[in-house]
Protein backbone atom coordinates (compact mmCIF):
# COMPACT_ATOMS: atom_id res chain seq x y z
CA UNK A 1 0.00 0.00 0.00
CA UNK A 2 0.93 3.79 -0.55
CA UNK A 3 2.07 5.25 2.67
CA UNK A 4 2.63 8.93 3.88
CA UNK A 5 5.97 8.58 4.09
CA UNK A 6 6.18 7.29 0.21
CA UNK A 7 4.87 11.20 -0.86
CA UNK A 8 6.97 14.00 -0.39
CA UNK A 9 6.37 17.40 1.56
CA UNK A 10 3.85 20.33 1.06
CA UNK A 11 6.62 22.40 1.03
CA UNK A 12 8.03 20.16 -1.89
CA UNK A 13 4.52 20.31 -3.69
CA UNK A 14 4.03 23.85 -3.39
CA UNK A 15 7.48 24.25 -5.80
CA UNK A 16 7.59 20.89 -7.64
CA UNK A 17 5.24 18.05 -9.07
CA UNK A 18 5.61 14.30 -7.37
CA UNK A 19 5.46 11.62 -9.42
CA UNK A 20 5.15 7.87 -7.91
CA UNK A 21 4.13 4.39 -8.67
CA UNK A 22 2.62 1.34 -6.99
CA UNK A 23 2.48 -2.58 -8.32
CA UNK A 24 1.36 -1.24 -11.82
CA UNK A 25 -0.61 2.11 -10.92
CA UNK A 26 1.30 5.22 -11.06
CA UNK A 27 0.40 9.02 -10.02
CA UNK A 28 0.78 11.84 -9.73
CA UNK A 29 0.84 14.80 -7.30
CA UNK A 30 0.31 18.65 -8.16
CA UNK A 31 -0.37 21.82 -7.05
CA UNK A 32 -2.97 23.91 -9.45
CA UNK A 33 -4.75 26.73 -9.38
CA UNK A 34 -8.65 25.98 -9.78
CA UNK A 35 -10.90 28.93 -10.67
CA UNK A 36 -14.93 28.48 -9.16
CA UNK A 37 -17.59 30.44 -10.24
CA UNK A 38 -18.34 33.88 -10.02
CA UNK A 39 -20.00 33.97 -6.36
CA UNK A 40 -17.27 31.71 -4.92
CA UNK A 41 -14.60 34.38 -6.74
CA UNK A 42 -15.81 37.17 -4.77
CA UNK A 43 -15.34 34.87 -1.09
CA UNK A 44 -11.70 33.40 -2.16
CA UNK A 45 -10.28 35.90 -4.92
CA UNK A 46 -9.30 34.83 -7.98
CA UNK A 47 -8.82 30.74 -7.57
CA UNK A 48 -7.98 28.29 -4.78
CA UNK A 49 -4.84 26.05 -5.24
CA UNK A 50 -5.59 22.11 -4.78
CA UNK A 51 -3.73 19.14 -4.98
CA UNK A 52 -4.56 17.08 -7.79
CA UNK A 53 -3.86 13.58 -7.66
CA UNK A 54 -3.86 12.31 -11.52
CA UNK A 55 -3.72 8.12 -11.76
CA UNK A 56 -2.75 6.04 -15.10
CA UNK A 57 -2.06 2.57 -15.60
CA UNK A 58 1.77 1.87 -16.30
CA UNK A 59 4.19 1.16 -17.49
CA UNK A 60 4.48 4.57 -18.75
CA UNK A 61 5.22 8.31 -17.63
CA UNK A 62 2.64 11.12 -17.16
CA UNK A 63 3.73 13.16 -20.22
CA UNK A 64 3.57 9.67 -22.34
CA UNK A 65 0.17 8.49 -21.65
CA UNK A 66 -2.49 9.93 -22.90
CA UNK A 67 -5.00 12.23 -20.99
CA UNK A 68 -8.32 9.96 -21.64
CA UNK A 69 -6.04 7.20 -19.79
CA UNK A 70 -6.14 9.13 -16.79
CA UNK A 71 -7.82 9.61 -13.98
CA UNK A 72 -7.96 13.13 -11.90
CA UNK A 73 -9.48 14.05 -8.38
CA UNK A 74 -9.05 17.71 -6.84
CA UNK A 75 -8.21 17.34 -3.02
CA UNK A 76 -7.10 20.15 -0.48
CA UNK A 77 -3.95 21.29 -0.59
CA UNK A 78 -2.78 20.73 3.25
CA UNK A 79 -1.46 17.54 5.03
CA UNK A 80 -5.24 16.33 4.90
CA UNK A 81 -5.45 16.66 1.42
CA UNK A 82 -2.47 14.79 0.95
CA UNK A 83 -3.77 12.11 3.26
CA UNK A 84 -6.95 11.62 2.00
CA UNK A 85 -5.48 11.50 -1.66
CA UNK A 86 -3.31 8.57 -0.22
CA UNK A 87 -6.75 6.71 0.49
CA UNK A 88 -8.38 7.69 -2.56
CA UNK A 89 -5.18 5.87 -4.59
CA UNK A 90 -4.82 3.03 -2.35
CA UNK A 91 -8.93 2.70 -2.42
CA UNK A 92 -8.57 2.50 -6.35
CA UNK A 93 -5.51 0.05 -5.79
CA UNK A 94 -7.80 -2.85 -3.94
CA UNK A 95 -10.90 -2.50 -5.98
CA UNK A 96 -8.83 -3.92 -9.39
CA UNK A 97 -5.86 -5.08 -8.03
CA UNK A 98 -5.64 -7.42 -10.97
CA UNK A 99 -6.23 -4.26 -13.40
CA UNK A 100 -2.95 -2.44 -11.71
CA UNK A 101 -0.46 -5.78 -11.55
CA UNK A 102 -1.40 -6.24 -15.01
CA UNK A 103 -0.24 -2.84 -16.12
CA UNK A 104 2.97 -3.70 -14.41
CA UNK A 105 4.04 -6.46 -16.06
CA UNK A 106 2.21 -5.74 -19.44
CA UNK A 107 5.75 -4.16 -20.44
Known amino acids: MI???D???IAYLKK???TGSYEG???RFAAVMREFPDAEKEKTGN?????EITVWEGPYAYDA???EKKRRRDFEFSEEGIQEGIRFLNGLW???PEKWQA???SW
Open 103 to 105: AKT
Open 25 to 27: MRF
Open 47 to 51: GKQVL
Open 65 to 67: TLE
Open 94 to 96: EAE
Open 16 to 18: AVF
Open 3 to 5: ERG
Open 7 to 9: VLS
